[in-house]
């Protein structure tokens, strides 16, 4: 601010200047000093100020708009702590592009430990156990099964809060009064990006708890994913008897890999082959174990890069959606090989990382 108050006073020094040498320069010239191109140059002084003043309000007012709201962040946090640690179940809702699922929850904590049922009540039948970070997901004995699954995640992961609170020159959030969900009453969050280089989220949390009740994932104003809770129960006791699976002893089961970003340098001895020039900012290298791949983070949503190993790929260049996942692939500049980049970022900001894709020299 005090720079900007300096150049109003030098732009204000310069002018009055301006207005001393026209005088001077007519009086010595004997030419004629008239009142009107006197008030000409006078009337520039307030103008220019006030222009001046104008910048540095704006320059201020930008500055707070990278602060963030003391209410809202509250909001972010009791949300953070009710999903994790409040006692509720019911049935959600979940929309991923053309994908529609139907999910029962329970969930409760008990001496520190975390545990959660879900149940697919539509499409494939499968549930998942999970005790604080060990998932087990479970299918029936007969017939076939993925072993890849899409489990909503965004505002569920326990770094999202703490993500968002700490990308305030990547993200706005503000309040935007309240609404009903579920037979509730919610508070309505937004969660803006500044730039178009990533999505943003319309969350709406209930008023009492601070348990997300519903969330629009959304691209410049379209709804790609949603969750929703149609009906659910807050408080309320829960028997141990609802965390047992029917499939348990009779089906079969599988581990859930820790789906989280994990912000962490890598340790692995393997020289990275390839690099990307740009990334979205915000977004950091996070761990991988493979020289031909590459992943990044802001801790709410990730992109994550392969290089063809062979350079002897015959797959064209494509791109493709599944809500807000992207998937893309790209022969790199000035070789044979191929780079596939997939994340939940607009295509634009997947295409732009691809074509930053080289390979490390040594």
């Given at each position: 601010?005090?720079?900007?108050?300096?150049?109003?006073?030098?732009?204000?020094?310069?002018?009055?200047?301006?207005?001393?040498?026209?005088?001077?320069?007519?009086?010595?010239?004997?030419?004629?000093?008239?009142?009107?191109?006197?008030?000409?140059?006078?009337?520039?002084?307030?103008?220019?100020?006030?222009?001046?003043?104008?910048?540095?309000?704006?320059?201020?007012?930008?500055?707070?708009?990278?602060?963030?709201?003391?209410?809202?962040?509250?909001?972010l946090?009791?949300?953070?702590?009710?999903?994790?640690?409040?006692?509720?179940?019911?049935?959600?809702?979940?929309m991923?592009?053309?994908?529609?699922?139907?999910?029962?929850?329970?969930?409760?904590?008990?001496?520190?430990?975390?545990?959660?049922?879900?149940v697919?009540?539509?499409?494939?039948?499968?549930?998942?156990?999970r005790?604080?970070?060990?998932?087990?997901?479970?299918?029936?004995?007969?017939?076939?099964?993925?072993?890849?699954?899409?489990?909503?995640?965004?505002p569920f992961?326990?770094?999202?809060?703490?993500?968002?609170?700490?990308?305030?020159?990547?993200?706005?959030?503000?309040?935007?009064?309240?609404?009903?969900?579920a037979?509730?009453?919610?508070?309505?969050?937004?969660?803006s990006?500044?730039?178009?280089?990533?999505?943003?989220?319309r969350?709406w949390?209930?008023?009492?708890?601070?348990?997300?009740?519903?969330?629009?994932?959304?691209?410049?104003?379209?709804?790609?994913e949603?969750?929703?809770?149609?009906?659910?129960?807050?408080?309320?006791?829960?028997?141990?008897?609802?965390?047992?699976?029917?499939?348990?002893?009779?089906?079969?089961?599988?581990?859930?890999?820790?789906?989280?970003?994990?912000?962490?340098?890598?340790?692995?001895?393997?020289?990275?082959?390839?690099?990307?020039?740009?990334?979205?900012?915000?977004?950091?290298?996070?761990?991988?174990?493979?020289?031909?791949?590459?992943?990044?983070?802001?801790?709410?949503?990730t992109?994550s890069?392969?290089?063809?190993?062979?350079?002897?790929?015959t797959?064209?260049?494509?791109?493709?959606?599944?809500?807000?996942?992207?998937?893309?692939?790209?022969?790199?500049?000035?070789?044979?090989?191929?780079?596939?980049?997939?994340?939940?970022?607009?295509?634009?900001?997947?295409?732009?990382?691809?074509?930053?894709?080289?390979?490390?020299?040594?």
């Open positions: 601010m005090d720079r900007v108050v300096n150049n109003i006073m030098d732009r204000s020094c310069c002018l009055m200047l301006q207005f001393s040498a026209a005088l001077s320069i007519a009086l010595l010239a004997n030419m004629p000093v008239t009142a009107q191109s006197l008030s000409n140059t006078a009337q520039s002084l307030p103008n220019t100020a006030q222009s001046l003043s104008n910048t540095a309000q704006g320059l201020a007012h930008s500055t707070q708009n990278h602060q963030p709201d003391a209410e809202a962040s509250y909001w946090e009791k949300m953070n702590y009710a999903l994790h640690q409040a006692s509720y179940q019911g049935t959600f809702i979940y991923r592009g053309k994908r529609f699922d139907t999910v029962k929850v329970v969930h409760y904590v008990n001496d520190g430990t975390e545990f959660e049922r879900m697919n009540l539509t499409g494939e039948e499968r549930e998942i156990i005790i604080n970070e060990q998932a087990d997901c479970y299918h029936p004995a007969d017939g076939e099964f993925k072993q890849v699954h899409d489990v909503p995640m965004g992961t326990h770094n999202f809060s703490k993500s968002i609170s700490e990308n305030q020159s990547s993200y706005r959030i503000s309040l935007h009064g309240k609404d009903r969900i037979g509730r009453s919610a508070i309505r969050l937004s969660i990006p500044r730039n178009s280089d990533r999505y943003g989220y969350l949390l209930d008023e009492e708890s601070g348990l997300l009740l519903k969330s629009d994932l959304v691209n410049q104003g379209r709804v790609l949603l969750f929703q809770f149609s009906s659910v129960e807050i408080g309320q006791p829960i028997e141990e008897s609802q965390f047992h699976s029917a499939l348990q002893d009779v089906g079969r089961s599988h581990s859930l890999a820790r789906t989280e970003p994990q912000m962490t340098a890598s340790t692995s001895k393997m020289k990275p082959k390839w690099r990307a020039t740009w990334v979205p900012p915000g977004f950091k290298q996070v761990q991988t174990q493979f020289a031909n791949r590459l992943s990044f983070t802001d801790g709410v949503a992109v890069i392969f290089v063809d190993r062979s350079g002897e790929s797959m064209v260049n494509m791109q493709t959606s599944l809500g807000a996942t992207v998937v893309l692939t790209r022969q790199i500049e000035s070789s044979a090989q191929q780079v596939t980049v997939v994340g939940e970022v607009p295509l634009d900001t997947a295409k732009r990382v691809a074509e930053s894709i080289e390979p490390v020299i040594y």
